[in-house]
């Protein structure tokens, strides 16, 4: 299996631009769909991002999702930062086994 | 809308079990496919297990194969996990989620499993 390494936190100004790195550490980024997850304090997590750069209904497009082959990596940009995307954000993908994989998860914190 | 309900957590000694379900409504849950997510205090996010639509494919983490089984009743909307032989390090919120394309999308709101004695 492979591993996703994430930054263990983030921080930006209101209103700013931040982004969040998702590498894997094996195997090309491109060849499995990369999906983000934000989870709030106390909250289950929901999706922000699906099949790398799909945003689903009721997410701003605010977030954006990227993927890049000669970094292997992937990337959630979040723009005009407000205090609610406060929160920590999962990368995910998955295998050839099926078997899903999560990174290790980056808490972002807008101050 | 997709709603998922976890239930059966609580408190357990070392080396019981518990069965774990998720009522699911607001979708065809005998289309999807569907995962268990669970999630250390305090860690982060880690895969257990995941079932496909009719039940004929199973997969599991390394860290559960073998004391763990994923179950469903397609006729019930119910998802079912079995944690036997449960660890101190199995201590976790229990998430379960609908499945699209390969990956967790929606989620619930957990159940908590403790391993304490």
């Known amino acids: 299996n492979f591993m996703l390494t994430q930054p263990h936190s983030v921080s930006e100004s209101p209103g700013k631009t931040v982004t969040i790195s998702c590498t894997r550490s094996?195997?090309?980024?491109?060849?499995?769909?990369v999906q983000w997850y934000q989870q709030r304090p106390g909250s289950s997590p929901t999706t922000v991002i699906y099949e790398d750069n799909q945003r689903p209904s009721g997410v701003p497009d605010r977030f954006s999702g990227s993927i890049d082959s000669s970094s292997n990596s992937a990337s959630l940009t979040i723009s005009g930062l407000k205090t609610e995307d406060e929160a920590d954000y999962y990368c995910q993908s998955y295998d050839s086994s099926t078997a899903v994989v999560f990174g290790g998860g980056t808490k972002l914190t807008v101050l | 809308q997709v709603q998922l309900v976890e239930s059966g957590g609580g408190v357990v000694q070392p080396g019981r079990s518990l069965r774990l379900s998720c009522a699911a409504s607001g979708f065809t849950f005998s289309s999807y496919g569907m995962h268990w997510v669970r999630q250390a205090p305090g860690k982060g996010l880690e895969w257990v297990a995941v079932i496909s639509y009719d039940g004929s494919n199973k997969y599991y983490a390394d860290s559960v194969k073998g004391r763990f089984t994923i179950s469903r009743d397609n006729s019930k909307n119910t998802l079912f996990l079995q944690v036997n032989s449960l660890r101190a390090e199995d201590t976790a919120v229990y998430y379960c989620a609908k499945e699209w394309s390969g990956s967790p999308d929606s989620w619930g709101q957990g159940t908590l499993v403790t391993v304490s004695s």
């Open positions: 094996s195997g090309s980024i491109a060849s499995n769909y």
